[in-house]
């Protein structure tokens, strides 16, 4: 008798479109056994450790795949790590989520020629859009915005509650019209998704043919830090650069305790959080000026 295929959830989408957050929310509620490989765009495995966060460790594994993108230089290191998870009993289904400058035609084309071999099968794929980020002239115009379209069987619309009503309507219809059909369009915030989506199945676009390159990314830079920071000024550093920064997400020692920072779709926040060995942060869009305007506000 034929041994039951793990489902395999590969979940898209550009730079701070909440996909982490998501993914979060799933594996905190679920009953299931859930795998998680997470490629960070930086080195500080700080999705990974966001989402083991959630608790369950029981019933929880995750392997990061920090630094590159899974499309390319981080590709040896996938296969391993699927393979590996494949075959643990216990895990009963697998979400991949690439960085958010990964492409998704070299990604799928890798998992398509996996499934056989390693026994799994390669779910509809859940892409992750920002309406008021994301209009749909950049969706219909710019190749790399467009594949996610492309490749999209199931399109969540994301942070609706920030977004205007009418460019939320404007990107739902054009996904209603797209080409291949969507098994479902999702308007959500915070990365709220019912479990039901995860149970879809449906056929996966082929790879569409194409040049590899990524999505021109912003200089980027990172921080690694001993020292305690102000924690006011540093929100206000980080308010006044929110609108340069493509994404920007932290651990940081502050005279105000640990804190997690974030900037997504120019939003910042702050949550309160348990130690860590120090702080770090890594963000897209200012370069490493940045770093040092962030040393100046530590003691």
């Avoid at 998704?104 to 996996?114: D, G, Y």
């Avoid at 467009?146 to 509650?161: E, H, K, P, Q, T």
């Avoid at 897209?284 to 040393?295: A, F, K, P, S, Y």
């Amino acid at each position: 008798m034929e041994s039951i295929r793990k489902p395999v959830h590969l979940i898209a989408g550009p730079l701070g479109v909440g996909k982490t957050t998501a993914i979060r929310r799933f594996v905190a509620r679920s009953p299931e056994y859930v795998a998680v490989i997470v490629n960070d765009f930086g080195k500080t495995g700080y999705d990974a450790s966001f989402i083991a966060e959630a608790g369950g460790a029981e019933r929880l594994s995750i392997e990061s795949i920090p630094g590159g993108c899974l499309c390319c230089t981080s590709a040896a290191q996938l296969l391993p790590a699927l393979k590996l998870l494949c075959e643990k009993p216990e895990v009963e289904r697998i979400l991949i989520e690439p960085s958010g400058v990964a492409l998704l035609e070299p990604l799928v084309r890798l998992l398509r020629n996996a499934e056989a071999e390693f026994r799994f099968e390669l779910r509809p794929i859940i892409v992750f859009l920002d309406p008021g980020k994301t209009p749909v002239a950049t969706l219909q115009q710019i190749p790399f915005f467009r594949s996610f379209a492309d490749y999209a069987g199931i399109a969540v619309l994301n942070r609706c509650d920030l977004a205007a009503p009418e460019a939320v309507e404007k990107l739902f219809q054009c996904l209603e019209k797209w080409d291949p059909p969507k098994l479902r369009i999702i308007q959500t915030a915070h990365g709220e998704l019912s479990p039901d989506i995860f149970s879809l199945r449906g056929s996966v676009p082929g790879p569409v043919e194409g040049p590899h390159h990524h999505a021109e990314v912003p200089s980027a830079g990172a921080l690694r830090s001993e020292r305690v920071f102000a924690f006011g000024a540093l929100m206000d550093l980080l308010r006044g650069e929110s609108g340069q920064l493509a994404r920007f997400k932290g651990i940081f020692n502050t005279d105000q305790g640990w804190h997690r920072i974030e900037i997504a779709g120019g939003n910042l926040s702050a949550v309160p959080v348990a130690s860590a060995s120090r702080s770090s942060a890594e963000w897209v869009g200012c370069g490493n000026e940045l770093t040092d305007r962030l040393e100046t506000l530590a003691e």
